[in-house]
């Protein structure tokens, strides 16, 4: 018994060191992420890439000019104009180049840091597996498993993404970014050694509800990111369209024009979001299984239980929005991030704040 014992200890104390290696590399990652968006900046393909895709795409207008001795046909390619404001129901303004600005130096860094995020990931994969085996269970049952867990979970989406060839390269700064935030918070505030959990706890729904929770918050996190820039790309597309308007500054032209339109953007935060809806709706109605299995209700208006529904209503209605004339773009942009805000909050406040059946693992 006691060797079994110093053997789980060992594990955790693996996975300790497993976590704090994938944070180190994740910071050298954040700094190629950095590296690729500053070298990409200095690009003129970063600056002018709208119009360059624009011009490629339009055809040709040839005019026939006629001579004293005759006709001679001259062809002449007019530059046609650049239209930076999407309208509905089309996407009129050219995706950017990426974090890299079409530069080689830049795209150089780039896949550095998405081969230091790969290492990076199958560290932290492996500390959550070693935390698995030193507890014998599924590991998330605190909030320093969820959050490990979490973190693994949105960057292997990302990767995932690119896997499938999806222009999201440009995620990585903001991702990595946020994950090392999140270790840093599970590793200093919210530890908690390796333990058994209570006798609730010990089914087969933690594995099916809480995987489910963390891959849903996983995703709408990305889906979070997509909206917070579709809204600043958005207010540029507005600005550039607006001859009378103040026109952004250098710093946020370098950034944003890199970045896919804000149609595209739009719409990979509503894809994603559309996606895993209902996946969240199958999360809790496992919820409340697991409850009548361990509590003997389905449904007792504990804290957990409410602000589930309350994100669940939330992304509803962000849904809604997408589908009702007068609440497409910006309006179900921000109804998407209050959603977001929501699970956050249910998962942070509603832990550490409030009391109910759900804070038996304390943190």
């Known amino acids: 018994m006691n060797l079994a014992a110093a053997a789980n200890e060992t594990m955790a104390h693996n996975s300790n060191l497993l976590v704090y290696s994938a944070m180190a590399v994740y910071t050298l990652a954040f700094l190629a992420h950095m590296a690729e968006w500053v070298f990409g900046s200095r690009s003129k393909v970063g600056r002018t890439a709208a119009a360059l895709t624009v011009q490629a795409k339009a055809p040709a207008t040839v005019s026939v000019q006629a001579g004293a001795s005759g006709s001679t046909g001259t062809a002449v390619l007019e530059r046609p104009k650049v239209v930076t404001r999407s309208v509905a129901g089309s996407r009129d303004v050219p995706d950017g180049p990426g974090a890299a600005g079409g530069t080689e130096k830049g795209d150089l860094y780039g896949r550095i840091a998405i081969s230091l995020t790969v290492l990076a990931w199958a560290l932290h994969v492996c500390g959550v597996i070693t935390r698995a085996l030193s507890v014998q269970r599924a590991p998330w049952g605190n909030m320093y498993e969820f959050s490990t867990t979490f973190a693994a979970v949105a960057v292997g989406l990302f990767l995932l993404l690119l896997v499938l060839k999806k222009n999201v390269r440009w995620i990585g700064l903001p991702l990595v970014t946020t994950v090392l935030l999140d270790l840093g918070l599970a590793v200093s505030v919210l530890y908690t050694a390796s333990d058994q959990l ?143 805000v929501c699970y956050l909050f249910n998962y942070y406040g509603v832990n550490i704040f409030v009391t109910g059946l759900h804070s038996y693992a304390g943190v």
């Open 198 to 340: 209570v006798p609730a706890l010990h089914s087969y729904w933690l594995w099916i509800h809480v995987s489910c929770a963390i891959l849903c918050g996983a995703a709408f996190y990305i889906g979070a990111v997509a909206t917070v820039l579709f809204l600043f790309r958005d207010r540029h597309e507005a600005k550039l369209a607006d001859p009378t308007g103040k026109q952004p500054g250098a710093f946020a032209t370098s950034v944003l024009e890199r970045l896919p339109s804000a149609a595209s953007l739009d719409k990979l935060a509503y894809r994603i979001n559309a996606t895993f809806f209902p996946l969240w709706t199958f999360t809790i109605i496992a919820g409340a299984i697991w409850a009548e299995a361990a509590w003997g209700r389905y449904w007792g208006w504990d804290p957990k239980e409410v602000w589930s529904f309350i994100t669940w209503v939330a992304y509803a209605a962000y849904l809604h929005a997408r589908a009702t004339a007068g609440w497409k773009g910006r309006k179900a942009a921000w109804l998407g991030l209050i959603a977001i």
